[in-house]
């Protein structure tokens, strides 16, 4: 069982920036691939960005050039650097690990961007 908890989030103007952390319990994080997600009120949860184990990365097209996820093996975590925010970026950002069959995730974080 892998533990995820996310935490970063809060309250910005557009175009501010916001950091989110994923830290993993266990010892799988390395070869885990890493996922951040969002679901925004009355909306579907979505993908954002992710990493694979080897850093491979993809965005969303709506956070490209906005957005950064990038992983420290040796802390257990993964991040989401978040740029130019805008209003639209509003969601509960939620954090994925898999490996395998074996999918967890976080509990998600609040991030609300005011215009």
């Known amino acids: 069982q892998v533990r995820l908890v996310e935490s970063g989030g809060g309250l910005v103007q557009a175009g501010g920036s916001l950091r989110l952390s994923c830290v993993a319990s266990g010892s799988t994080f390395s070869v885990s691939a890493m996922g951040w997600y969002r679901q925004a009120p009355g909306k579907q949860r979505e993908l954002v960005a992710d990493?694979?184990?080897?850093?491979?990365?993809y965005y969303a097209d709506s956070v490209k050039g906005r957005f950064t996820i990038s992983r420290d093996n040796a802390k257990n975590t993964a991040y989401l650097q978040m740029n130019s925010l805008k209003p639209e970026d509003t969601a509960v950002y939620y954090c994925k690990s898999v490996r395998s069959t074996f999918v967890y995730w976080g509990q998600g974080t609040q991030v609300t961007v005011s215009s």
């Open positions: 990493i694979t184990s080897g850093g491979t990365t």
